[in-house]
């Protein structure tokens, strides 16, 4: 079974899978991992499910190792393109896939400790009152961070901070 990793428009999402269930047939596997948004507004937390990686869709068929039926789903409503390397990046996308599936909630969604190997890279806050500040990662414990925000050096709880690679 093959992976090819596709961009799509956000708002025809069931109309691109189901495009692509006529066009290929059974068997199909579709993956995007999602993240669990906390935010408050109005004295009120607010969850928000957000795709991990925004508008990329993972899917897998056995049809799909040749160019033919790749060829069958190109001009499905809400594709934007197919990412052409994606043969040659089978191990990196199952390795990326199956991390993705073990950081997995009971809903589905990633848990933080999904963010391991993250030092000193850019991310950005997507919950809590840094929301949308980047910040590098100094140091990583169980149950805190030390990070870097605007040249200051914090340390913060990690237990329901959200944030993502820039």
């Not at 913060?156 to 690679?165: A, E, P, Q, T």
Request: hydrophobic share 40%; charged share 30%.
């Amino acid at each position: 079974m093959t992976w090819t990793v596709i961009k799509f428009d956000k708002k025809k999402i069931n109309q691109l899978k189901s495009e692509i269930i006529k066009k290929v047939g059974k068997g199909l596997e579709f993956y995007a991992p999602k993240i669990v948004i906390k935010s408050s507004k109005q004295d009120k937390i607010v969850l928000k499910e957000e795709l991990l990686l925004e508008d990329y869709l993972f899917v897998k068929h056995e049809s799909f190792s040749k160019s033919a039926a790749l060829n069958s789903i190109k001009y499905c409503r809400g594709l934007k393109l197919i990412l052409s390397q994606y043969f040659i990046a089978q191990n990196e996308i199952k390795n990326f896939i199956n991390k993705c599936k073990s950081h997995e909630d009971n809903s589905g969604s990633i848990k933080s400790t999904f963010f391991e190997d993250i030092l000193n890279k850019d991310f950005l806050f997507l919950s809590g009152p840094f929301y949308k500040m980047i910040f590098k990662i100094i140091e990583k414990k169980k149950n805190s961070l030390k990070i870097s925000l605007n040249n200051l050096n914090l340390k913060i709880k990690n237990k329901n901070l959200i944030f993502k690679l820039v």
